[in-house]
T-cell receptor, first 114, second 111 residues
């Protein structure tokens, strides 16, 4: 089983709809992240959380919100989806106590907004 | 100052060739420089990383060269194989904060 699990893996939604992407991890890491991947733009940070009570905006947080329900769960919401939010979304975790603060990614959630 | 510039965007080499991917940064506070490898349908995974106190690090067929004065670092893949075909991302971070990723290089190794 994957250490960082994302659901759904694929979703098509209509413009204006609310959509939630969920992430759970079994690595026991305090830090969790949501990234967005677009061709030619690399990985851009949407939100990050260093513990359950800590939520921070990343580079591209407009149009997104997050909830850290527990150490192991971090969800990303698009309150009113728009077509330019069509992308591949990754949840990730890290443990600063480990060497180098390696980031561990989930397998991604493809979101298409039509 | 937060950008990490990666080139080329795509690269095609023959099996056994040595593809080189380059990254440049501006923020001298960065102190950790990893490379991530991503296969289609998968999330990126750490391949190799370097800190600025060394100029080179090798792990198997993968080597990072680091030039602190030029603020550049590069990934070399020795004896490349078709199984190395993937997208490669460089990144930089300061302390244990967050990463800044490059835009990615799509590598194809021809059999």
């Amino acid at each position: 089983d994957a250490d960082v699990t994302q659901t759904p893996r694929n979703r098509i939604t209509k413009t204006g709809k609310r959509i939630m992407l969920e992430c759970s991890q079994t690595k026991g890491h305090d830090r969790m992240y949501w990234y967005r991947q677009d061709p030619g733009l690399g990985l851009r940070l949407i939100y990050y959380s260093f513990d359950v009570k800590d939520i921070n905006k990343g580079e591209i947080s407009d149009g997104y919100s997050v909830s850290r329900q527990a150490q192991a769960k971090f969800s990303l919401s698009l309150e009113s989806a728009i077509p330019n939010q069509t992308a591949l979304y990754f949840c990730a975790t890290s443990d600063p106590r480990g060497s180098g603060n390696t980031i561990y990614f989930g397998e991604g959630s493809w979101l298409t907004v039509v | 100052q937060q950008q990490v510039k990666q080139s080329p965007q795509s690269l095609i080499v023959q099996k056994g060739g040595i593809p080189i991917i380059n990254c440049a940064y501006e923020n001298t506070a960065f102190d950790y420089f990893p490379w991530y490898q991503q296969f289609p349908g998968k999330g990126p995974a750490l391949l190799i990383a370097i800190r600025p106190d060394v100029s080179e690090k090798k792990e198997g067929r993968f080597t990072i060269s680091f030039n602190k004065s030029a603020k550049q670092f590069s990934l070399h893949i020795m004896d490349s194989q078709p199984g190395d075909s993937a997208t490669y991302f460089c990144a930089a971070s300061s302390g244990t904060y967050k990463y800044i990723f490059g835009t990615g290089t799509r590598l194809k190794v021809l059999a």
